[in-house]
């Protein structure tokens, strides 16, 4: 015993050895990508316009004014302006604006404030314009660090000195849009790093500037370029480009001819982004704009109106803003009020949701409020996760389980699924689908079979869900046996007739197909079907013990049940030189594609020969992965022999595709691993890129003709209130076309035979080195799967284990979310996820098993 606890000693020492010079050996852009962190112990609102020059500084002048330069106070207030993107530099800059008006109004008004003004980063022609050679250029970046700072005070005696903080993140020369700018003079600034610089002044200029937690003495705006839907310096709308901060709004709306029309596709186009508008701020230009907008708003929404602003470029502006004093007071108390209120709503949401949600899959006794997750928005893979850490604030945290493995989209297709799913609603709302068409439910159906469906599937049953799905296809397998074997009533009018044959499925142990009453009879005795889950559970079936295939020690092992076990295997047939060799057809030729075969045919047989009663009328499977069952990747070899034997006995073969489908494993349909097709297959969660349920259950034509006949009675009587709902059938439409474009998802690639499949997310180095950690067992990769099982005895395996508990939460502090099944843990991206992020993740995960592993160590 102690040789071997020295022996554990020294692997794992080896092991942590490999990993630091594996880490320390790594390209500086893959050392873990640190996550937004977002203060919200302070207000904090995005200012936008329906369009360019309606007076957005005005309004963050405005609400400065009436923040600091109120009835003195005795705290310390502190107000921070943000221009992250300004052009037509130096002669145009709105941070100076709002400083000199702000100075100015101070003196005017007789009341002590402490006043900076910095600019930070420019292009080249601007800084020469403005500095010239007075800075440092950064070739990297291809900007210019003018270091340009400014002050100005006006203090009093025996008061608190509120504080101005005025900066200018990016800046051109140009007055052109931030994109034709940067394009033109250099310094094309990408998004993350936009986001990152305005969400690092956040926190450096109030947090640190000694605000304290719980009072309103800090406020900050942020201050777009141009209209809402004004590029960036890259292009990315920025609507879209400030998304990953979900910072509540303030729309700036255009009082002017025409006006109602821009505010109202600006105040849309926010909306549909999942930003909060809490304000609009029109001019009064004697057209009385605001009525129609509060009708339309239906008073969701406060419309303040401000006096007409002078045009005179002489006027200093100074009256025209103590004439707005009382509207921008109005505007400033919505917004603290707003923000108080939503503060309020976070931190109560925990207990609120304990004392009124059912959650599945979750024992509420090992779910205290502290560790319930407080989600406030998704943003393409990120959930934006409320904290409180001696402050409130937001973080992001990369959705490592897919949301039970349904999502797909980026960003950028979140945001068009939801303007494509609303045009289905406004357009069709819902429709009866049983003998209709319409364009959404068809241009779905289509799709799927060109795609999933390609060459076996000639028709597309539309449900709701992965379980009902799973309940349709059963009938239509059992239909189609029955109608080979000659065993239906003679007269199908007559449904009282007695059966003559009970059906069974041919399943896999550990298999999982849905919790509706007719899927569970379909698997395997588990935790889900036992008494205390399902009563009424008899399981209908012949459950297989399948063989596995798994990483460990940086080799692909296969691991056989007792069964197969035989003296004419070979070494060669155990192992795998990579993943690849394990879906080779060739392996069809194999003493173990003999095994397989014969063990198939022999359960069959028995089973068939037992009772002239029970007869095997399905067989059911998921292709190459058991998703539930605890991520085992069933040899494929193996489920394709079962496919072989069952069409010689024609038994109807069907794929649960539920998880497995839409490039989850890598290729568009799992059925191409497999390199077999079935009769009837199921599909949902990927299938709409998982922003609203819809199922669908393909069918060959063969299986569709033995429902029709004269009588009613045949057809397949089964079917959904919301059957092939236009929302759904449009955001899988969408998500069919987007994921399998390589114009949209850059990890589409094709093989020299024309076959699509997503190039490798997992780093494979990285993916050896886990597999050969003490503490796991195996490992799983395949498409945007990462599995691993953590090695656990007794009561620390299983389904009902605890075990993988403090390693989420040391993940989760990370950024990575993360769900477990017991004792096995998993990280899985979208089709369209990068390497790059994917390697992130896996590093995360690297360093942290390592800490796990020693805490258990000590523990032990």
Request: aromatic share 10%; charged share 20%.
């Amino acid at each position: 015993m102690l040789l071997s606890l020295l022996h554990r000693r020294s692997h794992h020492h080896l092991h942590r050895l490999r990993l630091l010079l594996l880490l320390r050996h790594l390209p500086q852009q893959s050392k873990p990508l640190s996550t937004l962190t977002i203060p919200l112990s302070h207000p904090t609102y995005i200012i936008w316009s329906s369009n360019t020059s309606l007076g957005k500084t005005l309004v963050s002048t405005g609400l400065s004014s009436s923040f600091l330069l109120s009835p003195p106070s005795s705290n310390t207030k502190k107000f921070l302006y943000l221009k992250p993107l300004q052009t037509g530099f130096p002669s145009d800059s709105d941070s100076r604006f709002l400083f000199q008006k702000l100075s100015s109004l101070s003196l005017r008004r007789n009341l002590p404030l402490v006043s900076s003004h910095s600019i930070l980063l420019s292009s080249l022609p601007a800084a020469n314009s403005f500095k010239p050679n007075n800075f440092s250029f950064n070739e990297l970046q291809g900007l210019c660090e003018l270091g340009f700072y400014e002050e100005r005070k006006v203090l009093a005696e025996g008061s608190v000195t509120p504080e101005l903080v005025s900066e200018t993140l990016y800046a051109w020369k140009g007055a052109l849009s931030p994109h034709l700018a940067a394009e033109k003079e250099g310094g094309a600034v990408g998004d993350s790093e936009v986001v990152k610089h305005v969400e690092r002044r956040l926190r450096e200029g109030l947090l640190e500037g000694g605000v304290e937690r719980g009072r309103l003495d800090g406020f900050c705006v942020i201050e777009t370029a141009g209209g809402v839907a004004s590029p960036g310096p890259t292009g990315t709308l920025q609507c879209d480009l400030y998304r990953p901060l979900r910072f509540p709004g303030v729309l700036v709306g255009d009082g002017r001819l025409g006006g109602i029309s821009g505010t109202i596709s600006a105040y849309e186009s926010l909306k549909l982004r999942g930003y909060d508008v809490v304000a609009i701020v029109i001019e009064d230009h004697g057209l009385v704009n605001e009525i129609p907008l509060m009708s339309y708003l239906r008073n969701r929404v406060p419309v303040l109106v401000l006096p007409p602003i002078p045009q005179d470029p002489s006027n200093n502006l100074l009256e025209w803003f103590d004439e707005s004093h009382n509207v921008f007071n109005s505007l400033k108390n919505i917004l603290l009020e707003a923000y108080l209120e939503r503060i309020l709503g976070f931190n109560e949401m925990a207990r609120r949701a304990g004392d009124v949600f059912w959650w599945p899959f979750t024992q509420h006794k090992l779910v205290p409020p502290c560790s319930v997750t407080v989600i406030d928005s998704r943003c393409g893979e990120n959930f934006s996760v409320y904290k409180v850490q001696n402050k409130e604030f937001i973080t992001q945290q990369f959705d490592a389980c897919a949301s039970w493995w349904t999502q797909g989209p980026d960003a950028t297709l979140q945001t068009e699924l939801a303007r494509d799913m609303g045009y289905a609603a406004a357009r069709f709302g819902h429709v009866m689908f049983p003998e209709n068409v319409y364009e959404p439910a068809l241009e779905c159906a289509e799709l799927l079979l060109e795609g999933v469906g390609k060459g076996w599937a000639s028709r597309v049953y539309f449900s709701d869900n992965g379980s009902t799905a799973i309940e349709i296809a059963l009938k239509m397998a059992f239909r189609k046996f029955s109608s080979d074997h000659g065993i239906l009533p003679e007269l199908f009018e007559n449904n009282s007739a007695e059966r003559c044959i009970e059906l069974m499925v041919l399943a896999l142990k550990g298999s999982y197909h849905g919790d509706t009453l007719g899927a569970m009879e379909a698997q395997a005795p588990s935790s889900y079907t036992g008494f205390l889950q399902q009563p009424w559970y008899t399981g209908k079936g012949l459950f297989l013990d399948p063989p596995t295939v798994f990483m460990h020690n940086g080799k692909w092992n296969l691991s056989l049940p007792e069964v197969f076990h035989s003296e004419t295997l070979r070494p060669e047939d155990m192992t795998f030189r990579s993943r690849d060799e394990i879906f080779l057809k060739s392996r069809d030729k194999s003493n173990l594609a003999g095994l397989y075969s014969s063990f198939a045919s022999q359960q069959l047989s028995q089973c068939s020969g037992l009772s002239s009663i029970k007869q095997i009328g399905a067989l059911i499977i998921e292709p190459v992965i058991q998703g539930a069952g605890g991520m085992h990747m069933v040899d494929p070899l193996f489920q394709r022999m079962l496919v072989n034997e069952c069409r010689r006995c024609r038994i109807p073969v069907i794929f649960d595709e539920v998880f497995t489908g839409f490039w989850r494993l890598g290729v568009e349909a799992a059925a191409e691993l497999l390199g077999c097709v079935p009769d009837i297959a199921c599909f949902a969660k990927l299938m709409t890129g998982g922003i609203i349920p819809l199922a669908a259950t393909l069918a060959t034509a063969a299986v569709f003709d033995s429902f029709t006949g004269d009588s009613k009675l045949k057809a397949l009587l089964h079917g959904h209130s919301y059957s092939a709902h236009a929302m759904g059938c449009t955001a899988a439409a969408k998500s069919i076309i987007w994921f399998k474009d390589p114009m949209t998802n850059l990890n589409i690639t094709s093989e020299k035979s024309q076959k699509m499949l997503l190039r490798e997310l997992w780093d494979a180095e990285l993916v050896q080195q886990i597999s050969s950690h003490p503490s796991v067992s195996r490992v799983v990769t395949l498409g945007t799967l990462f599995a691993l099982e953590l090695q656990a005895d007794g009561s620390n395996a299983g389904y009902a284990s605890v075990y993988a508990s403090s390693l989420l939460q040391m993940l989760r502090e990370d950024g990575v979310y993360m769900r477990p099944l017991g004792n096995v843990i998993y990280l899985m991206c979208g089709p369209c996820t990068s390497p790059e992020i994917c390697r992130q993740q896996v590093i995360k995960l690297y360093r942290r098993l390592e800490e796990f592993t020693n805490q258990n160590q000590l523990g032990k």
